[in-house]
Each structure stands twice: as structure tokens, then as C-alpha cells.
């Protein structure tokens, strides 16, 4: 990825974190109370990638090791980091597993574009996010779908 546009993903970040405090101090302007605004205190979260996620040691090798096709198990990814914007949007801090299922699907489906080398940018992609969304279904819990930059083949 280019140096520019991993500042365009940050920049995105940083305006939507703006945004949302300014609709707080907007939403606590209208309910007309000086305590609301007192109460009203957001949490700021860090936008920077080596903030976000921490690459488990071992993911690199378990993909090359993985056949491609088998869907049974489970890839440690990283470990969330305490005080980043995974944290902000309600996943707690901890370790991120993918299943492999998940994993051989993208490879059969996207196989003329997609391969082993491109996955293993995956730690890379979810420290720098373009974007961020949670599931339409609130019943779905600790899951958002993050899209961003993977180079290909």
C-alpha cells in the first residue's frame, strides 16, 4: 500500500471520530442541559495502525503451512489492542481468530485474483482500515465487516 494512501484511511478515520463528537456535543446541546454536556464526555480512540492490532507471530507461517482447501480450525490473526477504534466500535480487546472455512471459501470463489500470499496481508489490512461497519442484524454480536487494501499477485 502507498504511503498516501494509508494517510487517506487514517484521514477517513479521523474525520468520521470528529463527526460523531460533534454530533454528541450537538445531541447534548439539545436536551438544553449543562450536565448532559458534562456527562457527555467521548472517549477518544487512537487511529494508528500499530495502536489497532498486533500480528500473532505464527500467522504467516500457519497459512503457508494451511493446504488451501481443508475449512476445519481456526488461524489466530493477532490480538486487538486495549484503546484502539476495534474497541470503539464494541469489540473487546483480545485475541482474533478466522476460521479457515472462511478463508477456503474466499480462495475458491476469488481464486484468480486471490492466494495464499495476498491472505497473509490480512493483519496488515485490519491495523489500517479503509472502513469499518457493524451488521445490519443487532443479534449478530462481535462481528463488523472491515474493507481495506490487500495487493494482489
Do not use: C
Not at 51 to 74: C, H, N, P, V
Not at 122 to 138: D, E
Amino acid at each position: 500500500m502507498l504511503e498516501h494512501e494509508a494517510d487517506w484511511g487514517e484521514s477517513i478515520i479521523q474525520e468520521y471520530n470528529r463527526l460523531m463528537e460533534e454530533a454528541g456535543k450537538r445531541e447534548a446541546q439539545q436536551q438544553g442541559n449543562g450536565q448532559a454536556q458534562k456527562e457527555n464526555v467521548q472517549t477518544r480512540y487512537s487511529t494508528k495502525a500499530q495502536d489497532q492490532l498486533t500480528e500473532d507471530k505464527y500467522f504467516q507461517r500457519a497459512i503457508d503451512a494451511w493446504d488451501g482447501t481443508s475449512s476445519g480450525g481456526r488461524v489466530k490473526i493477532g490480538v486487538i489492542s486495549k484503546g484502539g477504534i476495534y474497541e470503539g466500535i464494541g469489540l473487546p480487546d483480545g485475541v482474533l481468530y478466522m476460521d479457515y472455512s472462511k478463508l477456503a471459501k474466499a480462495l475458491s470463489k476469488h481464486g484468480d485474483h486471490l492466494s495464499k500470499n495476498t491472505l497473509k496481508q490480512i493483519p496488515q489490512m485490519l491495523a489500517s482500515p479503509v472502513v469499518i461497519t457493524q451488521p445490519i442484524n443487532p443479534q449478530v454480536k462481535n462481528t463488523v465487516n472491515v474493507f481495506g487494501d490487500l495487493m494482489g499477485r
